[in-house]
């Protein structure tokens, strides 16, 4: 029998319907012969009771800094909730099911707290499940340490759970149920004529996560890329979704010819520019670049000449990384808020002009680019965050991503 690992996101469990609308799903997939393992989100979106954001609320109204450890186990419980109503569901409506938490699912995590990463899954509970015909309702977002403690995979981290556990279980399909029709070209919040795509290359993908495309978790992609995982991203109850081609595949053209598949934004950045000494070997660069890390600041969008060092850091971060570098004594400028957009495409690999095509649509939107970067897969420009939109609307115009892309055969259903 083939197995099916299907991932349901929080606003599909947000309500009593929802959830009915989920376990139909399962029993229809049940009825066609496939063992199903279910991965659940936290119920709903911040304000609703069980949401994550409202669990971080109520810690935070007492304190606003709160032990790492202590927040891991309270977010925990949002995932816990879900599996549980979820599994109860199923029970009554004559499917055997049985609720688990990370822990119980086996999945061991580093000990990073609120960002920790699964180190191996240990699937024996769920796999003696799927031998008695029941269905293991897995709690998303989650595991354990080797001594016992409760982690978190970070915002999204359900996407891993679903995707790792399909490589545990040697799922024939990993299947993310979102609210979205699939991968799309851009954000349809921003972009309303956003398209589907219906197929797409793991390279592709992987960047457009990265970048800031939130559909999937870019952990998730990382590990199906690594063992081959057959991912289709989808809407429940929609025909078609995304699917996430593995192996030779990849290398071959799988878009209408096309140069940019999709865009991708990342909002509520700062830029950073440090003056240099001509004439000092770039020892101002290097002190700068140590003195941020020293501060445990990430940075991006690096560009460094002779006289300048120019990069970007969370808009949050901002302020901490300027302090860093005027204790380093490198005064530094500041701009802010910030994006971060993108265009993605294997197609622009050693195509000529497409840095121009780039350039030129926001400058006939007067977008100021502050900075750029390229990839052989990405280009990448920081614009005022107040153009964002702008600026993404202006890209897909200019790549045609509304027209049609080439049509593929449809997803498992």
Known sequence: ?????????????????????VARHVLRTRRCGHRVVVVASAIGRAGEPYATDTLLRLAKEIHPEVDARTLDLLLSCGEVISCALLSHLLCSLGQPAVALTGAQAGILTTRRFADARILRIRPTRVLRALEAGRVPVVAGFQGVTAGGEVTTLGRGGSDVTAVALGVAVRADVVELYKDVDGVMTCDPAIVPEARRIPRIGYDEVAQM??????????????????????????????????????????DQPIHDGRTVIGLAHLADLAQIRVRLDPGADQRDALEALRAVAGAGISIDLINLSSDLLAFTVRLEEAARAEQALRDAGLPAERREPCAKVSVVGAGIRGVPGVMLRVVRALREERIPVLQTADSHTTISCLVPREQMEAALRALHREFQLAEGVESVREAYV
């Open 1 to 21: 029998m083939r197995v099916v690992v299907q991932k349901f996101g929080g606003t599909l469990l947000r309500s009593r319907e929802g959830r009915e609308r």
């Open 209 to 250: 996560a990265y970048l800031g495309a939130r559909v999937i978790h870019p952990r998730a992609v990382d590990v199906g890329r690594e063992h081959g995982v057959r991912i289709v991203v989808r809407r429940l109850g929609a025909e078609g979704g995304t699917e996430i081609v593995v192996g030779p595949a990849v």
